[in-house]
């Protein structure tokens, strides 16, 4: 059963740092797409970041230059390193498998709140 | 950047189909994927590549694409129908993913 649990949100003031994990189960990190999307309160769904199965990532222009997507095959999982955050960075931040070209997004984790403030 | 707009809200009596439009620049010629997300949890997908379904999901959801425009319909409402829909798209230009404005399904 695919399974992503995401973790490391929290209460942050302007201009820290945070990184958020996401561990996958029932499938392989590495050989596939993965994607963090975020989604502030009362708003809509925005994406934030893709990594691809070759290491080829890519960046929303609201984050290029301050987050960094990652991830680590001996576990399983996908990182999100979030830098010089900012109050509008506050939102819950889901991470999901993509799938294909022109992909689908077609698994999701359950998400995890992300709020900056001082 | 690319831009998806869809209608704020769409409002339907139990029984009746719902219409949702997502609307792009050419969309016809781009994969449309819709998810379905209710208060608190996590957005589920509903339709991909325009018109498919992934297991699980009723065949009173279905999806259609062309021109400038690509809609989601939802036969026979129910009230668990009552959500928020977001369609996506890739973006072969910026590599990038984009959501539309998302719209709030009222079951009347």
């Known amino acids: 059963e695919v399974q992503l649990v995401e973790s490391g949100g929290g209460l942050i003031q302007p201009g820290g740092s945070l990184r958020l994990s996401c561990a996958a189960s029932?499938?392989?990190?590495?050989?596939?797409?993965m994607s963090w999307v975020r989604q502030a309160p009362g708003k809509g769904l925005e994406w934030v970041s893709v990594?691809?199965?070759?290491?080829?990532?890519y960046y929303a222009d609201s984050v290029k230059g301050r987050f960094t997507i990652s991830r680590d095959n001996s576990k399983n999982t996908l990182y999100l390193q979030m830098n010089s955050l900012r109050a509008e960075d506050t939102a819950v931040y889901y991470c999901?498998?993509?799938?294909?070209?022109?992909?689908?997004?077609?698994?999701w984790g359950q998400g995890t709140l992300v709020t900056v403030s001082s | 950047s690319y831009v998806l707009t869809q209608p704020p809200s769409v409002s339907v009596a139990p029984g009746k189909t719902a219409r949702i439009t997502c609307g792009g620049n050419n969309i016809g010629i781009k994969s449309v994927h819709w998810y379905q997300q209710k208060p608190g949890q996590a957005p589920v997908l509903v339709i991909y590549?325009?018109?498919d379904r992934p297991s699980g999901i009723p065949e009173r959801f279905s999806g259609s694409n062309s021109g400038n425009t690509a809609t989601l319909t939802i036969s026979r409402v129910e009230a668990g129908d009552e959500a928020d829909y977001y369609c996506q798209v890739w973006d072969s230009s910026s590599d990038h993913y984009v959501f539309g404005t998302g719209t709030k399904v009222t079951v009347l």
């Open positions: 990594i691809y199965s070759g290491g080829s990532t």
């Open positions: 590549y325009d018109s």
């Open positions: 029932g499938f392989t990190v590495s050989r596939n797409y």
């Open positions: 999901a498998r993509v799938v294909g070209a022109e992909g689908h997004l077609d698994y």
